[in-house]
C-alpha cells in the first residue's frame, strides 16, 4: 500500500447531491489533514486532526463536514456544494503536528460541482 | 501576516539547462520553517527539503540545490542539468513555530522541461 491513499480520484456531483471523500494513510502518523487546490490559487489548509481530535477549522463552509474516525482514516462528506467549491482536494499526513514536520500528501480527489 | 509569493508562474526550458524557482516569503516571525514540494502530474505533492530560519547554509542534494537568505527573504532552488522527469509544479511553502503544522504555500511554478 501506499502512504496516504485517496478515493476517489475523480468525483462529479450536482449541487443537491451528497457524497464523501476517503482518505486513508499507512504511515503511522497521528495528524491528518485536508487542503483544498483551485487553480491559480495557493493550496488552502481547511481541517486538521491530531489523534482523532479537530485542532483547525480554517473557517471552511459547514457544506464541507470532516469525519476523523482514528488516526488512519479522514473523510470529507460534501452536501449542497457550489460550483465554486470544483478543486483538487489534498489528504495528508505528518508524524506530530510540529511546525518542522513534513507533510506526506495523497493524490488528491478532483471534484467537479455541476 | 504570512506570505509566500512566487512571481514565476511558468517556466519553460530545453533538457540540460539549469534552472532557478524563485520564493519571496514574508512573516514576522523570528522561528519559521521553508519548505519546497513538487507537484508530479499525479497530483501527489512529494517533500524536496525543509530549512529552518536559523540555518542559513545552502544544501546541494543531487541536482538540487536551495539557497536561502534572510537579507532578502528568499529561499530560492535551483536544478543543474534539468531533465524532462523534472517536469512538475514546485511549491515553496512556510511554517510558523506554533507547534502546529500549518503550512502557507504560495501558487507554485510550472516547469517544463522539454527534450
Known amino acids: 500500500e501506499t502512504g496516504v491513499t485517496q478515493t476517489p480520484r475523480h468525483l462529479v456531483m450536482g449541487m443537491t447531491n451528497k457524497k464523501s471523500l476517503k482518505c486513508e494513510q499507512h504511515?503511522?502518523?497521528?495528524?491528518m489533514y485536508w487542503y483544498k487546490q483551485s487553480a491559480k490559487k495557493p493550496l488552502e489548509l481547511m481541517f486538521v486532526?491530531?489523534?482523532?481530535?479537530?485542532?483547525e477549522n480554517n473557517s471552511v463552509p459547514s457544506r464541507f463536514s470532516p469525519e476523523c474516525p482514528n488516526s488512519s482514516h479522514l473523510f470529507l462528506h460534501l452536501h449542497t456544494l457550489q460550483p465554486e467549491d470544483s478543486a483538487l482536494y489534498l489528504c495528508?499526513?505528518?508524524?506530530?503536528?510540529?511546525?518542522?514536520?513534513?507533510?506526506?500528501f495523497g493524490e488528491g480527489s478532483r471534484l467537479t460541482v455541476l | 501576516a504570512q506570505k509566500v509569493t512566487q512571481a514565476q508562474t511558468e517556466i519553460s526550458v530545453v533538457e540540460k539547462e539549469d534552472v532557478t524557482l524563485d520564493c519571496v516569503y514574508e512573516?514576522?516571525?523570528?522561528?519559521?520553517?521553508l519548505f519546497w514540494y513538487k507537484q508530479p502530474p499525479s497530483g501527489e505533492l512529494v517533500f524536496l527539503i525543509r530549512?529552518?530560519?536559523?540555518?542559513?547554509q545552502n544544501e546541494i542534494s543531487g541536482r538540487y540545490s536551495w539557497n536561502f537568505q534572510k537579507s532578502t527573504s528568499s529561499f530560492n532552488f535551483t536544478i543543474t542539468a534539468s531533465q524532462v522527469v523534472d517536469s512538475a509544479v514546485y511549491f515553496c511553502?512556510?511554517?510558523?513555530?506554533?507547534?502546529?503544522?500549518?503550512?502557507?504555500f504560495g501558487t507554485g511554478t510550472r516547469l517544463l522541461v522539454s527534450p
Open positions: 495528508a499526513s505528518s508524524q506530530g503536528q510540529g511546525a518542522a514536520g513534513e507533510l506526506f
Open positions: 504511515l503511522g502518523h497521528n495528524a
Open positions: 486532526y491530531n489523534f482523532k481530535e479537530q485542532t
Open positions: 512573516t514576522r516571525d523570528t522561528t519559521y520553517y
Open positions: 530549512r529552518n530560519s536559523f540555518d542559513e
Open positions: 511553502a512556510l511554517s510558523l513555530n506554533t507547534g502546529f503544522q500549518k503550512l502557507v
